[in-house]
C-alpha cells in the first residue's frame, strides 16, 4: 500500500467516522447493533461517541503516515492494520456503551442470565442454518481454490518486476515484484474477508436477529466471498497487465467474471445488512410493546 492509497483509504475513513456523529436512527449507515436501534436517544448518545473517537484514530493515523512518507518510508499496510485495529476498540466500546444504556433505560429486557438459561430473547443464541453452513462451506472452498490456481499462475513470473499500480489515466505509475504483490494483496483482502467472517459468527451468537438469509453470519460470509474475488480480480489482473506488455483491462476475461462476483456479494451483503437492521428495529420495537 502506497501513501497515495493510504490517504485515500484515511479519507475514506474519517468520512464514515463523521457521519455517524449526524447520521440519525436507521438500518444503513451508523453503529447498528441491536441496542442503538432499539431507541433514537441510544443512538445518538453511542453514533456521536463513536464518531468522535473514530475521527481521532483516523486523524492520528492519517497525521503519523504523513510524517512517515515524509521520512522517507514507501510502506504503509502496518499503519493500516494498527488503525484497523485502534478502530475495532472504538467499536467494541460503543458496543458496550450501547448495551449499558440499553438496560439502564429498559431493566426488563432480557439479559444475560435469561440468555444464558436458554431463554428466547433478542440475544438468544441460534443454530446455524443449512444456508449459512452452504455459504461458508462455498467461500473456504473458493478461497482456497483460488489461492493455489492464482498462486500456480503467478509461478512463472514469481520473482519479476511488473506494473501493480495505475493512475486516472491508466499509465502504470508502481512496481513490484510478483511475489510481493501477490502477498501484499493476500494479506490485505484475505485477511479483511476473514475479519468479516469472525465478526458475523460473533455477532451471530450475540444477537438471534435477522430472517431467513438476512442475517449477521450470511452478512459476514457475504462480505468475505466479496473481498476473495476482488483479490482474484487484482491478483488476476496484475498478471494479465503484465503478459500484455502493461496494458490493464481488468474487467475482461476472467478478471471482469471474478469482478462481477465480487460486486454480486457485496449487494447481497449491503441488502442482508439492511434486512437485518430492519429485523433488530422490528424486534425492538415489539419488544417494549
Known amino acids: 500500500m502506497g501513501f497515495r492509497d493510504f490517504i485515500i483509504f484515511q479519507a475514506v475513513m474519517f468520512a464514515a467516522s463523521l457521519l455517524c456523529i449526524f447520521v440519525p436512527r436507521n438500518g444503513v449507515a451508523g453503529v447498528r447493533f441491536f441496542y442503538t436501534l432499539a431507541d433514537d436517544e441510544i443512538w445518538k448518545a453511542v453514533n456521536v461517541r463513536f464518531g468522535i473517537a473514530a475521527s481521532c484514530v483516523v486523524a492520528v493515523f492519517a497525521l503519523a503516515g504523513a510524517a512517515a512518507d515524509l521520512a522517507g518510508a514507501e510502506e504503509f499496510i502496518y499503519f493500516a492494520v494498527a488503525e484497523a485495529a485502534a478502530y475495532g476498540l472504538v467499536a467494541l466500546y460503543a458496543y458496550a456503551l450501547a448495551k449499558k444504556l440499553y438496560f439502564k ?38 478461497t482456497a481454490a483460488l489461492f493455489f490456481w492464482l498462486r500456480g499462475l503467478c509461478g512463472p513470473v514469481w520473482d519479476e518486476t511488473v506494473a501493480t499500480h495505475w493512475n486516472a489515466e491508466g499509465v502504470v505509475d508502481g512496481y ?3 511475489g510481493d504483490n501477490f502477498a501484499e494483496l493476500s494479506a490485505i483482502l484475505l485477511s479483511i474477508g476473514a475479519l468479516g467472517v469472525v465478526g458475523g459468527y460473533a455477532a451471530s451468537r450475540l444477537c438471534s436477529g435477522g430472517r431467513g438469509i438476512f442475517t449477521p453470519l450470511s452478512c459476514g460470509l457475504s462480505f468475505a466471498l466479496a473481498m476473495t474475488f476482488f483479490w482474484a480480480t487484482a491478483v488476476y489482473s496484475t498478471l494479465a497487465a503484465h503478459e500484455n506488455s502493461g496494458k490493464l483491462e481488468i474487467f475482461s476475461g476472467l478478471g471482469g467474471v471474478f469482478a462481477a462476483a465480487g460486486g454480486a456479494f457485496l449487494i447481497f451483503h449491503v441488502c442482508a445488512s439492511i434486512g437485518l437492521s430492519i429485523s433488530l428495529q422490528n424486534r425492538a420495537a415489539g419488544g417494549r410493546k
Open 105 to 142: 433505560k429498559f431493566p426488563d429486557s432480557p439479559g444475560p442470565k435469561g440468555r444464558a438459561a436458554g431463554k428466547s430473547g433478542f440475544c438468544a443464541p441460534k443454530k446455524i442454518s443449512g444456508f449459512e453452513r452452504a455459504l461458508f462451506i462455498f467461500y473456504i472452498f473458493a
Open 176 to 178: 513490484m515484484k510478483m
